[in-house]
T-cell receptor, first 111, second 118 residues
């Protein structure tokens, strides 16, 4: 049968505030990092990516920060909206094109 | 751009039957597609890497005779769950590797297929 579901870390944020979701990655050889958003019952949706030769990249309302020294990745969402409520996964990749996914963080936006 | 579709979105079948799931890249060609499995409240688990025109590469612990993968064209990969049993019930998601925005091909995901085996 299926495994017992794990309790995902949850971040609760007031609507309009900024959100910061963190991720620790495992492989120091990873050279490409991606953030995905997954709503219930749907597939992951690409948000933003960054290469290892960058430390910051901005998109529309989102910013990804990469700290290779401590193997840490973060996703910042500005002016969080109810539609941002979802589970967010970071993923790391390298030359094999296979991704390693993080465990995920649930973002809850409070009205 | 970078749209990936899956069909069916939901399937219920009897134990012992086989189920085929299709994954299509709609607006780009994907030489590589990936198949994942996801249990509730868990992350994605890679099952296999599918390359157009060649045999799929399976991850450790995934039975290749159980989960048949065919990647016949640059826009279509199929996953067939053979002789399905209740423990195969899960959310199956495909992704297709395509053009990204910073010179690296990114994986774009399909909407997933919920398989329930009775």
């Amino acid at each position: 049968g299926e495994s017992v579901g794990l309790h995902l870390p949850t971040l609760s944020v007031q609507e309009g505030d900024n959100s910061i979701i963190n991720c620790a990655y495992s492989n120091s050889a990873s050279d490409y990092f991606i953030w995905y958003k997954q709503e219930s019952g749907k597939g992951p949706q690409f948000i933003i990516d960054i290469r290892s030769n960058m430390d910051k990249r901005q998109g529309q309302r989102v910013t990804v920060l990469l700290n290779k020294t401590v193997k840490h990745l973060s996703l910042q969402i500005a002016a969080t909206q109810p539609g941002d409520s979802a589970v967010y996964f970071c993923a790391e990749g390298s030359g094999t094109y296979k991704y390693i996914f993080g465990t995920g963080t649930r973002l809850k936006v409070l009205a | 751009g970078a749209v990936v579709s899956q069909h069916p979105s939901r399937v219920i079948c009897k134990s012992g039957t086989s189920v085929k799931i299709e994954c299509r890249s709609l607006d780009f060609q994907a030489t590589t597609m990936f198949w994942y499995r996801q249990f509730p409240k868990q992350s994605l688990m890679l099952m296999a890497t599918s390359n157009e025109g060649s045999k799929a590469t399976y991850e450790q612990g995934v039975e290749k005779d159980k989960f048949l993968i065919n990647h016949a064209s640059l826009t279509l990969s199929t996953l067939t769950v053979t002789s399905a049993h209740p423990e195969d019930s899960s959310f199956y998601i495909c992704s297709a590797r395509g053009g990204g925005t910073i010179g690296i091909d990114t994986q774009y995901f399909g909407p997933g297929t919920r398989l329930t085996v009775l």
